[in-house]
């Protein structure tokens, strides 16, 4: 029946509070006091003083366990002799606890200011002795029972202190093992624990945040539109990755291509032209019957002004064809100055790069043209 009550007050605890890793909740603490046995002597005056080590863990808000060593430094009401020893004897349980406030008041959160909690147990006993005798040097099985009226003090809960009035048995001590409190001691302890602190942030454990069924459909509904909408825009970026991919492929293909040099139809181009070589910009000496037809032209039309246009094939890189171009328009500029005596403020230049559309013959697209932009 305890042990049904245990799982229960658990099983109600996890669904109240976070859960506890294996370093959380742990505490550690001082105790003293004084033990008298419990009959067959005159209490107050066989007292014997004590001091003590616990460790301990909270499992649950209800439930801990915790170590505990006791020491005694007096014999008074036990022996009619001297031990001869400063320790006379000691105590090593392993404690049960059981926040009764906790239990049947719950918990909020915080443990309170005032709780009462139940120690229960069972530990060794030793008696020291110098003597050879078996019954001045022995040991017991012990069994301790205990109330701790307990303080928790601070901003963040952290330290308790207990006032703890409790009894030990001896149970084996004599014919058999059993409860007689002929074989006890009563005690009263004063002690101090100091909580360590937890992976939630706080000394105390820390109520879970709970939520209703009808709130986890709806947190649901709303985690499967997310994912709907996000398996959208993943279609989307697929597309999208399509499509750049198609047009990198026809950027690439474009970039290959020269770009054609479009000539207007309605200027005034002469018929004289001047064609080159692939690659060249000087001038063959078949070439200058071009050149000296358009010297006779200015000075036939002493008010015309030229423009001589150079252009290239469309072989070799763009900027090769428009340095090429501009070259050749320049070569045919300075034999019409220095050759022909044609003022050079009568005549413009211009590299118009490579073309393949002047005329059918790629040959013949690596030519200078001359145009009168006194006549539109």
């Not at 009764?100 to 060794?124: I, M, T």
């Not at 301790?144 to 601070?154: S, V």
């Not at 947190?219 to 990198?248: H, M, V």
């Not at 002493?302 to 070569?331: F, H, T, V």
Request: net charge positive; proline share 2%.
């Amino acid at each position: 029946m305890l042990a049904s009550a245990v799982l229960a007050v658990q099983a109600t605890s996890a669904q109240t509070v976070e859960d506890s890793k294996l370093l959380d909740n742990w505490y550690i603490g001082v105790n003293t006091g004084l033990s008298a046995k419990t009959t067959h002597t005159a209490i107050f005056k066989n007292l014997n003083p004590s001091a003590g080590l616990r460790v301990g863990r909270y499992l649950t808000p209800v439930f801990g366990f915790a170590v505990e060593g006791e020491v005694y430094f007096n014999n008074k009401g036990s022996y009619q002799r001297p031990l001869g020893t400063f320790v006379k004897g000691l105590n090593l349980s392993l404690l049960g606890t059981t926040n009764f406030s906790n239990w049947f008041g719950g918990y909020d959160g915080e443990p309170r200011l005032f709780e009462v909690v139940g120690v229960y147990g069972l530990g060794w006993g030793h008696v020291f002795s110098t003597h050879s005798a078996e019954v001045y040097d022995r040991n017991a099985l012990t069994s301790k029972l205990g109330i701790d009226f307990a303080f928790n003090l601070g901003a963040d809960k952290a330290w308790q202190l207990y006032i703890e009035p409790n009894i030990t048995y001896a149970i084996n001590s004599g014919d058999g093992t059993k409860f007689n409190v002929n074989n006890s001691a009563i005690g009263l302890l004063v002690g101090a624990n100091y909580k360590f602190g937890s992976s939630n942030g706080t000394h105390n454990f820390k109520l879970a945040e709970l939520r209703n069924q009808a709130e986890i459909d709806d947190l649901n509904n709303r985690i499967n539109e997310l994912r709907a909408a996000n398996n959208a825009k993943e279609n989307t970026i697929a597309r999208n990755r399509i499509a750049i991919a198609e047009l990198e492929k026809k950027l690439a293909i474009a970039s290959q291509q020269k770009p054609p040099v479009i000539v207007k139809k309605d200027e005034n181009v002469l018929q004289p032209t001047v064609i080159f070589r692939q690659g060249k910009s000087t001038i063959d000496a078949a070439q200058y019957a071009s050149v000296s037809m358009i010297a006779t032209y200015m000075k036939n039309h002493r008010d015309a002004r030229i423009l001589i246009k150079g252009y290239a094939s469309p072989e070799g890189s763009k900027e090769l064809n428009q340095k090429l171009s501009e070259a050749r328009a320049n070569a045919v500029k300075d034999a019409l100055v220095k050759r022909y005596g044609v003022s050079a403020s009568r005549l413009m230049v211009r590299g118009m790069g490579a073309t393949d559309e002047l005329f059918d013959e790629v040959d013949f697209n690596r030519v200078v043209t001359f145009t009168d932009v006194t006549k539109r």
